[in-house]
């Protein structure tokens, strides 16, 4: 009974302990983290600016259905997300297949080069963007030269033109860091399962059909949430390489909630709103993708 006594007063002092510890922390996150959240969720309720702020009810929210901008900005960051994202992961996962060869050589060279955009500063890539696809830019000069076009391409005046430039930056950017993933998921597979498949007759298609895909599907379903949080955030990009222009074709949400924020009138509380739809868009997509991906 002593002894038991004992242990049980030694695994209360243990939780006691680390509760001790865990506290400082805690209290940082709500502080830093859950404090701001709960009062930018009640801003988003008023409107006006500093001491005129006043409750507003849902009228931000029902503005936002009314803000032709915003709307626009809400369909650029899905179409983005439905060309960018497949694109981005179908080249990834291609990429770590072909690199994850024990056969490969330079493979070292190679993955660093194709991770290396990933490094590279966000407003040095979109300065390089702007400079490539320029009037008198490095792919006008090219196609030009070649006679695929007869009078150089005004890419980022053109809506169309100016949302396939923001799509191949991110593209070019991104690929390389998801591709680590599925380089590290493909790795952890044992390469006998690959030796056994060709003997069995396998194609390079089917293995990659039938045994890669399937195994690294929880490594593709978190590179798929990342990817669409981070495309439903987008800001850089929209900023550094068209500024949202032409005629806002091109903006994204972020880049709204930042001009209503601190280029048009300050109006935070409309901001915060948008904010939180974001939030709110990020959390459903995440969740369907976890439902329709992992049938745990």
Known sequence: MDNGKKKIGLTKRRNLVGWIFLIPAV??????????MIRALLLSFRTGVGVHMKLAGMYNYIRMLQ???FIQALFNNFF???IQVPIMLLLALGLASMLNNKDLKFKSLFRTAIFLPCATSLVSYAIIFRALFALDGFINTMLLKFGIIDIPINW???AGTARAVIILALIWRWTGYNMVFYLAGLQNIEYNIYEAAKIDGASPFQQFGKITIPLLKPMILLTAIMSTNG????FDESVNL???GPANSTITMSHYIYKISF???PNFGYATAMSFLVLILVAVLAFIQMKVGDKR
Not at 27 to 36: G, Q, R
Not at 231 to 234: H, I
């Open 27 to 36: 209290l940082l996150i709500c502080w830093m983290s859950f404090f701001p």
């Open 67 to 69: 803000d032709k901008v």
């Open 80 to 82: 983005y997300l439905i």
């Open 156 to 158: 980022l005046a053109n």
């Open 231 to 234: 495309t439903l955030q987008l």
């Open 242 to 244: 068209t500024n949202g």
């Open 263 to 265: 280029e048009y009138s």
